[in-house]
């Protein structure tokens, strides 16, 4: 993917060059603008027919994840196209290949090549039930190439080492090495009741996770308080 990642720290966007007949994909509803490219929706699935439709809504309810994900294909040499996340923050590029894959907090995709397939793995009963909007399962990388990540805030990247296994709040986990362990808890008390504190990951083994410095659950809970609601 040839990319330039646009506009000041808060707000950027990635702005793609694509060659003829080059494809990426992105979230849908991303495209900020475009020149030369073609664009059009395909089912969240490597499966074909009925079976990829059956994989695609599978994927979308139990991952919150869209049931669509848009190809941009490029239709001449000059092409290109702006990608722009929802939430503003970091967009920050991993590097996928054999030795390295990546899991994906819901939200947290942007765009990659297509190269690059964007799955779900399964995950077991204990994580599933207290894993929010995970289910049984989580999106995962797998292929080779760049996937573009998006965070609410700055992006920093923790190291979990195996004599040091690192807690992080659900809501601030963006993505992570798919070798790592993790279990999914509740902080303290029932449910954070004594701290405030929700579920947490608990990751284990060595590797990075990538997390955001901001929290869009607790900011839209900040600001309630000021937003009128219509009476009758």
């Avoid at 000041?8 to 991303?30: F, M, Q, T, W, Y």
């Avoid at 049931?67 to 970091?90: C, E, Q, R, Y």
């Avoid at 039930?129 to 190439?145: D, R």
């Avoid at 190291?159 to 790592?180: F, G, K, Q, Y």
Wanted: charge should be negative; aromatic fraction near 6%; include cysteine.
């Amino acid at each position: 993917m040839k990319y330039q990642i646009q506009g000041d720290s808060d707000c950027p966007l990635v702005h793609i060059h694509l060659d003829k007949n080059e494809v990426v994909k992105i979230e849908r509803g991303a495209m900020a603008y475009l020149s030369n490219v073609e664009l059009s929706g395909k089912m969240n699935s490597k499966k074909k027919g009925v079976g990829g439709l059956i994989s695609a809504m599978g994927r979308s309810l139990t991952s919150g994840e869209s049931l669509f994900m848009t190809h941009a294909k490029g239709l001449t040499n000059d092409a290109f196209i702006g990608v722009a996340p929802s939430a503003p923050g970091k967009i920050q590029c991993l590097k996928v290949d054999s030795m390295h894959q990546y899991c994906l907090n819901t939200g947290a995709f942007l765009c990659c090549d297509d190269s690059v397939s964007y799955v779900m793995k399964k995950q077991t009963v204990g994580k599933a039930l207290l894993g929010g909007t995970g289910g049984f399962f989580i999106m995962a990388t797998e292929g080779t190439g760049d996937v573009m990540v998006n965070a609410f805030g700055d992006l920093l990247a923790l190291e979990v080492r195996s004599d040091h296994p690192i807690t992080i709040d659900n809501e601030h986990v963006v993505a992570w090495d798919a070798s790592l362990d993790y279990d999914i808890r509740i902080a303290s008390g029932t449910f954070g009741f004594t701290t405030g504190e929700g579920l947490v990951n608990e990751f284990h083994g060595n590797g990075k996770v990538l997390i955001q410095t901001r929290n869009i659950h607790n900011l839209a809970q900040a600001i309630q308080p000021f937003i009128q609601t219509s009476s009758n």
